[in-house]
C-alpha cells in the first residue's frame, strides 16, 4: 500500500501540502479508534482527576489555537467573543494544566464544531501573505509557513492525548 499527501488544490505552496498535512494528521488521531465510534457526552467530559483534561476540551482546544494562528495572528482578525467562549479560551491554560468542564455533548457534536470550524481556517490560508513575510510577535518574527508546522505539530501532539484519555476512559468503563 502506497501513502501519499497532495498538496490541497487551489493554494500557493507550501501552504496546499501543509494544508494537507494538518487534515491527514487530524484524520490519523481520529481513525485510530475513535473514528467508527460515537462516544457518549459522559465520555467527552470524563477526566482522570479534577482539573485536569478531558476529550472534549482537548478538541475545543485545538480549535482554539487553529484559530488563533491561522485567523486571529496571520490574518490579524478579530476574534469572535461567542466562539471565545463556545472553545472556552479563558478558562483554559494549558500551561498551568487549568482545563475547564467541557460541554456535555458527545462525540459527534466535537466533530461537527470541529469540522465546521476547519473548513473556516483553511479557506483562510488562502489569503495568507507569503510563507516568508516576516510577523512580529514579542521580539521576534514568524513566518506563515511556521504557523501552520506550528499548528499540525499541536494538533498531533493533542490528537495522542485524545487516544490516550479515550483508552483509560474505556478501561474505566471495564
Keep these: 500500500m502506497d501513502r501519499d499527501v497532495a498538496p490541497l488544490p487551489g493554494y500557493r505552496e507550501p501552504y496546499g501540502l501543509l494544508c494537507a498535512i494538518l487534515q491527514d494528521a487530524t484524520n490519523d488521531w481520529r481513525k485510530m479508534e475513535l473514528w467508527h465510534e460515537d462516544l457518549p457526552a459522559e465520555a467527552m467530559t470524563w477526566r482522570i482527576a479534577p482539573g ?45 494544566n487549568q482545563w475547564p468542564d467541557a460541554p456535555s455533548q458527545p462525540l459527534r457534536w466535537y466533530y461537527e464544531l470541529h469540522d465546521r470550524l476547519r473548513a473556516r481556517t483553511l479557506e483562510s490560508v488562502k489569503e495568507w501573505p507569503g510563507p516568508e513575510e516576516r510577523i512580529p510577535m514579542h521580539d521576534f518574527t514568524i513566518t506563515p509557513r511556521w504557523v501552520l508546522g506550528h499548528v499540525i505539530q499541536h494538533e498531533s501532539y493533542h490528537g ?14 471495564g
Design 52 to 96: 485536569m483534561h478531558s476529550m472534549g476540551a482537548v478538541i475545543l482546544h485545538m480549535a482554539s489555537v487553529e484559530i488563533y494562528w491561522l485567523e486571529e495572528f496571520v490574518l490579524r482578525r478579530q476574534a469572535d467573543p461567542e466562539e471565545v467562549r463556545l472553545l472556552l479560551r479563558a478558562e483554559t491554560d494549558v500551561d498551568n
Design 160 to 173: 495522542g492525548q485524545i487516544l490516550m484519555l479515550h483508552d483509560l476512559w474505556k478501561a474505566q468503563q
